[in-house]
Every structure is written in C-alpha cells, then in structure tokens.
C-alpha cells in the first residue's frame, strides 16, 4: 500500500496479472508506462496515475478498480487505451486546471468499457470503436469522436437485457458524417437527463432503438442524422435543439411525449407525433406533424407538411410590439376540431397601439372548412392574455387568424412604494401617490385594501391619512393599491412607516382626545 512504481517503462509484460495497493505513476515525459497484465490488473484501493507530462498506455487485458481504487490522468499528461477493457472504474483527472482537453485520454486501439464513469478528455481517433458493453456510461467529461473518413464508433452492446444507458453531465462531440454513436441491432440506448450529445453525424445508424430524457443538438453546418431501427424507435421525453444553420434528420420517426423540441435550424422526419412537451423555434420542420396535448410555441415556425391538432394541443402566441410578435405559418393542409389558443403580452406596456394588427396564425385558405376556430377564441371575441396584461380582437379571413385592437392593462410607475407620515397625523394629510399610467385609457379607478387608517383618491391614487396614527402601537402599514380600467386590474403593495416623534404636553392631550375612545374619535 506503501510503495511506488514510477517513470516509464513495462508492468507486467502479458505475464503477470497484477494486484495494485500502492501507487503506479506514469510520469516519464519521453518513455510511456505500458500497464500489460497477463489477463487482469486489479487496483485495489491504489493509485494509478500519469502525470509531469506522462503517458500511462493500457494494453490488452480488463482493469478494474474495487475499494476506491483511483485511476486518474493529470494536466498535460495521457491515458492512452490500446485493446483494453475497462470495467466498474471511474476515468478521473488530477490537478485539474480551467482546461479539460489537458487531462486527455486516448484511443491507440479500439477499446472496451463496463460500467466506467469518464470524467476527463476522451478522443476516439478516426477508425476506432468505443465498445460499451453490459452498464452504462457515465460521461461527466467529454468523449469526442475524430473521425476522418473511416467509421469512428461509440458502440454500445448490452448482452443481458439490450438496454444501454448514457447518463452524467458530460457531452459526446460528433463533427464528421462517419462519426457514429450505435450499437448491436435492436439495443435500447437510454439518453441521461443531464447528458449532451452534440455536432454533426449519425447517431443510430439503424442499428438503435433511443429514448432520449437528455440533449440532442445539431449545432453545426453538418447535418445530425436519427437513425433508429424502427420506424417508431424514437421517443422525446428531454431536449431536441437544432440551431440556425443546422439540420437534425431524423430517419424515420420522431415521436414527443414529453419534454422540448426548439427548431431554429431544419428538422426534418417521416412524420412527426407531439403527445406532450413542446414544439418552438424560429426555424423550419419537414414532416407531416401531428399534435396532441402538447403545445407549439409559435415563435417564427414554419412548419412544411401536413398539420393534425387535436382538440387538446395549444397554440401558444407571445405579442410585444409589431416588430417583435410570434406567427405560425403552416404550409401544408391543417385539420383540426378546434384548438386552444393561449397569448402573452411581453411588451413594456406602452408599445402597442389601437390600430395594431398581427397575422398570428397563417394556414391555406382551402383548409379553412376544417378549421373554423379555436374553441376558446371564435371570430369576433376580445380575448385576454394568460398574464392579464392585454387582450385583443380575434378575427378569421382566407387561412389567416388575425389579432387587432389590442387593450393594454394600467401599469403601476413602480412595482412597489414606500411613504412615511408622522404619527399623530391629523385626517386627510398626505402621504403620497400610488399612480399608474395606461396606454389607451384616461379612466382609471384607484382602491386601497388593507388598513382603514388611511383612504385613497379614486382618480389620482393619492393616499391620505383616515384614522388614528400611533408609533408605539404600530410603526408600519403594508396596504394594497389596485387600480382599474374597467377590463383589467393591476394592483400594487405600498407601505407606509408612520414616524416616531417628540411628545409634548400638547401632543398627548392630543393623542387622548383622537385615539381610540377620546372626545375626537
């Protein structure tokens, strides 16, 4: 447990399997440490470590770690994995500086892994696999693939059950169409909820069937193919992102049942099914879409195909100005009984104006007898956004659904006040104004709840005292201000310090004859 092997040079030859309790240190910046056991190398509560610039090489043979046993690569220094099978150990760094691709661990030869969490740099150069079978993976670092026209693997094969899982808070890099994330036919990979795979490439390869709960991102000019062995072998319970300029293809199908899909790039599929989560983007989608009770965030989606919606899905509008204001643009027939519409009002409360119009929701007019309207908004009603912050006319012409008239709710000039009045303070003194402005009304209406000791100008908001004020009896007054303008109602919380001071004779006559039971009450 004591001791140390350390520089470079050859541990075992393929003759001896070997038992670490010590310490093993690759840290000979001109000869490796070739770890070459006989079958394999166990290390038991050690250490094996590369570091001062040293390459630790793991030859054919299975390494494993049992009690705690530590396998960490340091800055500047390599791991390099030549045929070797690594099972129920963690791939960890040491010394570790703002720089992970410092702490690299590298394919010489296409390896194997069980049940081992990576947390540092792993490259897989181009025409070599990463083998993972019966376990998971547990990517807390990065694994990128350096393809360069060969196939370059991460293979997942599980033996006893088919089901793969690919989980931690790292990300797999693809950036080359024959980088590969796939598997023996018919294996279940199960995408992590904190993990990421990211880039360019094929992650299938009609070999896979995947649930992702994590995050799949195509991110780069290189088109990020789906490619599940069924046609229905995907399903969407995390996060799908394409970003402007990028294309993620899904081979066959794309079924949502949770989670996100953010298109701002091309998503393309067979067809594509949302039962639940959410469709958004300022992007295209090419695919026949189907949507259940799930919701499109309108945002700038063109959507080109065919488009069912149930009576469950929801059309989701965010409205801040005429420049800024979502619309969905479907270019192929639409179907539907009747959906929700749902709008916001993001604006600042001043940057709409009567005349206004939005073109929210554009479909071919020749399908306009098989959508009439949504059933929460028929032609003609006003209607309200979810913030009750504004609402407007609906109207429906030739494939168009239109917003117009927009109202917009008081606004408060601060989300909050604070006043001070002295205590003693005779009835209809000043404390200050709660006011609020509306951009298309002049009527406002002002309440004030919480406190009778003080009242408010219905008009103006101007707060004035109403009753009986004492420090000692109670310093401070949380109220609440509302204010109206016949349709909607902001409110306001004000609170006022009633001040202390300096009793004289005088002012306690006073307080006698004005508090609770004196001549004054």
Same mark, same amino acid.
Request: aromatic share 6%; no cysteine; charged share 10%.
């Given at each position: 447990a004591?001791h140390?092997?350390?520089?470079?040079?050859?541990?075992?030859?393929n003759?001896?399997?070997?038992?670490?309790?010590?310490?093993?240190?690759?840290?000979?910046?001109?000869?490796?440490?070739?770890?070459?056991?006989l079958?394999?190398?166990?290390?038991?509560?050690g250490?094996?470590?590369?570091?001062?610039?040293g390459t630790?090489t793991?030859?054919?043979?299975?390494?494993?770690?049992?009690?705690? /046993?530590?396998?960490?690569?340091?800055?500047?220094?390599?791991?390099?994995?030549s045929g070797?099978?690594?099972?129920? %150990?963690?791939l960890?760094?040491?010394?570790?500086? *703002?720089?992970?691709?410092?702490?690299?661990?590298?394919?010489?030869?296409?390896?194997?892994?069980?049940?081992?969490?990576?947390?540092?740099? $792993? #490259?897989?150069?181009n025409a070599?696999? $990463?083998?993972v079978?019966?376990g998971?993976?547990?990517?807390?670092?990065?694994?990128?693939?350096?393809?360069?026209g060969?196939?370059?693997? $991460?293979? !997942?094969?599980?033996t006893?059950?088919?089901?793969n899982?690919?989980?931690?808070?790292g990300?797999?890099?693809?950036?080359?169409?024959?980088?590969?994330?796939?598997?023996?036919?018919g294996?279940?990979?199960?995408?992590?909820?904190?993990?990421?795979?990211?880039?360019?490439?094929?992650?299938?390869?009609?070999?896979?069937?995947?649930?992702?709960? /994590?995050?799949?991102?195509?991110?780069?000019?290189?088109?990020?193919?789906?490619? #599940?062995?069924?046609? @229905?072998?995907?399903?969407?319970?995390?996060?799908?992102?394409?970003?402007?300029?990028?294309?993620?293809?899904?081979?066959?199908?794309?079924?949502? @049942?949770?989670? %996100?899909?953010?298109?701002?790039?091309?998503?393309?599929?067979?067809?594509m099914?949302?039962?639940g989560?959410?469709?958004?983007?300022?992007?295209?989608?090419?695919?026949?879409?189907?949507v259940?009770?799930? @919701?499109?965030?309108?945002?700038? $989606?063109?959507?080109?195909?065919?488009?069912?919606?149930?009576?469950?899905?929801?059309?989701?509008?965010?409205?801040?100005?005429?420049?800024?204001?979502?619309?969905?643009?479907i270019?192929?027939?639409l179907? &539907?009984?009747?959906?929700?519409?749902?709008?916001?009002?993001?604006g600042?409360?001043?940057?709409l104006?009567?005349?206004?119009?939005?073109?929210?929701?554009?479909?071919?007019?020749?399908?306009?007898?098989?959508?009439?309207a !949504?059933?929460?908004?028929?032609?003609?009603?006003?209607? #309200?956004?979810?913030?009750?912050?504004?609402s407007?006319?609906?109207?429906?012409?030739?494939?168009?659904?239109?917003? &117009?008239l927009?109202?917009l709710?008081?606004?408060?000039? *601060?989300?909050?006040?604070?006043?001070?009045?002295?205590?003693? *303070?005779?009835?209809?003194?000043?404390?200050?104004?709660?006011?609020?402005?509306?951009?298309d009304?002049?009527?406002?209406?002002?309440?004030? &709840?919480?406190?009778?000791?003080?009242?408010?100008?219905?008009?103006?908001?101007?707060?004035?005292?109403?009753?009986?004020?004492?420090?000692?009896?109670?310093?401070t007054?949380?109220?609440?201000?509302?204010?109206?303008?016949?349709?909607?109602?902001?409110?306001?919380?004000?609170?006022?310090?009633? @001040?202390d001071?300096?009793?004289?004779?005088?002012?306690?006559v006073l307080?006698l004859?004005?508090g609770?039971? /004196?001549?004054?009450?």
């Amino acid at each position: 447990a004591s001791h140390t092997i350390a520089g470079g040079g050859n541990l075992g030859l393929n003759t001896l399997n070997i038992q670490n309790h010590g310490t093993v240190r690759a840290n000979d910046v001109v000869v490796p440490l070739i770890l070459d056991p006989l079958a394999t190398f166990i290390n038991d509560a050690g250490q094996v470590l590369a570091s001062g610039g040293g390459t630790a090489t793991f030859l054919a043979g299975t390494f494993s770690s049992v009690n705690n /046993g530590v396998y960490k690569v340091g800055d500047g220094s390599f791991f390099s994995l030549s045929g070797a099978t690594l099972q129920n %150990l963690t791939l960890g760094v040491e010394n570790l500086d *703002s720089n992970l691709s410092n702490n690299v661990v590298d394919l010489a030869a296409t390896s194997t892994v069980s049940n081992v969490t990576n947390e540092s740099f $792993l #490259t897989v150069p181009n025409a070599l696999n $990463l083998n993972v079978t019966d376990g998971d993976l547990t990517n807390n670092g990065v694994i990128r693939l350096d393809g360069t026209g060969s196939f370059t693997q $991460l293979w !997942f094969n599980d033996t006893t059950d088919q089901t793969n899982t690919l989980n931690g808070s790292g990300t797999v890099f693809l950036s080359h169409a024959a980088e590969l994330v796939r598997g023996n036919s018919g294996v279940l990979l199960i995408h992590g909820a904190s993990h990421t795979v990211e880039g360019g490439g094929n992650i299938g390869f009609n070999s896979l069937n995947i649930q992702n709960h /994590g995050t799949l991102r195509a991110n780069i000019a290189l088109k990020l193919d789906i490619d #599940t062995l069924l046609a @229905t072998g995907f399903t969407n319970f995390g996060n799908l992102e394409t970003a402007a300029g990028s294309t993620m293809d899904f081979v066959n199908n794309l079924t949502q @049942t949770s989670g %996100l899909s953010k298109v701002d790039g091309i998503m393309e599929a067979n067809a594509m099914t949302f039962n639940g989560g959410i469709l958004s983007g300022d992007g295209s989608v090419n695919a026949p879409v189907t949507v259940g009770a799930a @919701t499109i965030n309108a945002d700038s $989606l063109t959507i080109n195909g065919t488009v069912s919606l149930a009576a469950s899905s929801i059309i989701d509008v965010d409205i801040a100005s005429t420049s800024v204001a979502d619309r969905l643009d479907i270019l192929g027939a639409l179907t &539907s009984p009747g959906a929700l519409l749902q709008l916001h009002y993001t604006g600042n409360g001043s940057s709409l104006a009567p005349g206004d119009t939005f073109p929210i929701f554009v479909y071919p007019p020749a399908s306009a007898p098989a959508f009439n309207a !949504f059933s929460n908004a028929p032609g003609g009603i006003r209607k #309200t956004t979810v913030d009750n912050r504004a609402s407007f006319i609906v109207s429906y012409s030739a494939g168009v659904v239109t917003l &117009s008239l927009p109202h917009l709710a008081p606004v408060f000039t *601060s989300t909050a006040f604070s006043f001070s009045v002295p205590e003693l *303070s005779v009835p209809n003194t000043a404390v200050g104004t709660a006011s609020a402005t509306d951009h298309d009304s002049a009527n406002l209406t002002y309440s004030l &709840s919480g406190s009778a000791a003080f009242a408010i100008n219905t008009q103006t908001g101007a707060i004035r005292v109403n009753g009986f004020l004492d420090f000692e009896t109670q310093a401070t007054h949380n109220v609440t201000v509302s204010v109206t303008d016949g349709e909607f109602t902001a409110m306001v919380p004000v609170t006022i310090h009633v @001040t202390d001071i300096a009793e004289t004779n005088t002012h306690i006559v006073l307080e006698l004859l004005a508090g609770p039971g /004196g001549a004054f009450e």
